[in-house]
């Protein structure tokens, strides 16, 4: 795992998988890009996961420094 995109919400059990940081910072990077409304092609969903993967990779880096 890169260290700087740990587990979001770490426990102290190595058979739990839990969501890390880029996944956690995505989904809340995609709910704004939803609620603004700005993807109305029909491939919307792929755009939007793509942003915010985007975003996401932006505040890691920004963390990272």
């Known amino acids: 795992m890169n260290p700087s995109n ?3 919400f770490p ?5 739990i ?5 880029r996944d ?9 890009l939803i609620l ?7 491939d919307w969903p792929n755009n939007i996961s793509n942003d915010a993967h ?3 990779d932006a505040m890691l ?3 990272a420094k």
């Open 24 to 32: 956690y910072f995505a989904a809340k990077a995609m709910v704004s």
């Open 54 to 56: 985007k975003v996401a």
């Open 11 to 15: 426990v102290n059990d190595s058979n």
């Open 36 to 42: 603004d409304g700005g993807y109305a092609n029909k």
């Open 6 to 8: 740990e587990y979001a």
């Open 61 to 63: 880096k920004e963390r």
């Open 17 to 21: 998988m839990g969501m890390t940081l």
